[in-house]
């Protein structure tokens, strides 16, 4: 009998009762406004900065109205402006040279390992030759890079950090929590992320001069004293008159839903890596197929998984996935010729210029792509394992 697979890959959890009665209270008091609080109240936002700031040992937190805004606003606050270069991964998804190009600065994309992270030599490389001091390092589909020899290379270099954890979410490399790397850490807490509130993003920083800029850019008007985790006021008082408003909040609602998500997060991700590790198991020594290495350094969250088929045409890719697709087993491509879904590749990103990147082109060319919902079981995985066996085994 052929077996499909019957599930949702884009299905999430719904939000928990203890969510639901946050986000019902703040309905019932309408303040929804983060800096619209009742004497004594430090407000949903507020509690959540310092939650999620205590959640990656950061110093300071700001949450935004989304993980885009938080890409540019951290470039905003590093001083990126118009025409400037800014380096970042080829291999990533769309809001990141759009973050880059909002400023009106310059994508610079470097290349891909088959590992999926950036190629440190060709960094090193584009850096030099385009003069670049920043990175925004997109951990992209949740694969991290050595982060130590990163962190070494971009100090010699000069070039300052943004690290785009949309992806990492609770995930760390060698003990240290993603996002805490580099100059700024941003996240995404948009619904096919790792805690999800339709819309949002968060910010963290040890630097309070970055902070009090991306505070005062968020919007704070002069209300920053409302915030939880964040410098001292000497830090903002600096910078009066100097820092753009360019609204980006987030409000009290989101951030209610927010809070009890995080707090069952280290749950959530033991069990994206207990779906993870059931799909790597599935599929190990699968005809044609090669995983993706994950270092030990690397704890990961398995929210998504790849794998390459290194020697297949793209005829062949493609008679693959329509094969999957018809048995339920919806996967991404990253080799089409065409931007589709969530799928865009740099060459797609037509108004960045971009160089061609042969490595990365070989790397996408035969790299396929799933989420791995929570709302899937240890055996879905393992049906869709045994499904993309079968059908990888067909000529
Ligand atoms: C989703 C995503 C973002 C941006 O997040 P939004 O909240 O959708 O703006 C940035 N980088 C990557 C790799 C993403 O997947």
Redesign the pocket.
């Known amino acids: 009998m052929t077996e499909r697979f019957a599930g949702s890959f884009t299905q999430q959890e719904p939000l928990s009762e203890e969510a639901i009665a946050a986000a019902e209270e703040v309905m019932r008091h309408g303040r929804l406004h983060r800096y619209n609080l009742a004497p004594g109240e430090a407000g949903e936002v507020a509690l959540l900065e310092e939650e999620f700031a205590a959640f990656t040992d950061g110093r300071y937190c700001l949450a935004v109205a ?3 805004y938080a ?1 540019s606003c951290a470039l905003r606050a590093l001083g990126v402006g118009s025409g400037d270069p800014v380096l970042t991964n080829a291999f ?2 769309a ?2 040279p759009g973050a880059i190009a909002s400023l009106g600065a310059r994508p610079v994309f470097v290349e891909t390992t088959e590992a999926l992270v950036i190629d440190l030599d060709h960094l090193e490389t584009r850096a030099v030759e385009t003069g670049a001091k920043v990175l925004m390092l ?1 951990h ?1 589909r949740g694969h991290i890079c050595d982060m130590d020899a990163l962190t070494a290379l971009c100090d010699r270099l000069g070039v300052a950090v943004i690290e ?1 954890c ?2 990492t979410m609770g995930a760390a490399w060698a003990g240290v929590p993603s996002g805490r790397h580099g100059a700024i850490g941003c996240y ?1 807490t ?1 619904t096919y ?1 790792h805690i999800n509130s339709g ?1 949002g ?1 968060l910010i963290v920083s040890d630097d309070a001069a970055l902070m009090a800029r991306a505070i005062l850019l968020s919007g704070s008007y002069m209300l920053y004293d409302r915030h939880r985790a964040a410098p001292p006021a000497e830090a903002f008082e600096a910078l009066t008159g100097e820092v753009p408003n360019v609204s980006g909040r987030m409000d009290n609602l989101r951030a209610a839903i927010l809070r009890p998500q995080l707090a069952d997060l280290p749950a959530r991700v033991a069990r994206w890596n207990r779906l993870y590790g059931a799909m790597e198991a599935g599929l190990r020594g699968a005809p044609g197929v090669a995983l993706i290495d994950r270092p030990q350094d690397e704890a990961y969250v398995g929210s998504s998984f790849q794998f390459r088929v290194p020697d297949w045409t793209a005829a062949r890719i493609e008679a693959f996935l329509s094969r999957c697709a018809s048995r339920g087993v919806e996967l991404k491509w990253f080799g089409a010729d065409r931007p589709a879904g969530f799928t865009s590749r740099y060459a797609h990103w037509a108004y960045a210029d971009p160089d061609p990147l042969p490595q990365t082109d070989r790397v996408l060319a035969t790299l396929i792509d799933m989420r791995l919902p929570l709302t899937f079981l240890e055996h879905d995985c393992a049906l869709i394992a045994r499904i993309i066996r079968e059908e990888a085994a067909r000529p």
Do not use: W
């Open positions: 989304s993980g885009g890409l990533t998804l809001p990141v997109s992209m785009d949309a992806h995404s948009q992320k819309e993003g």
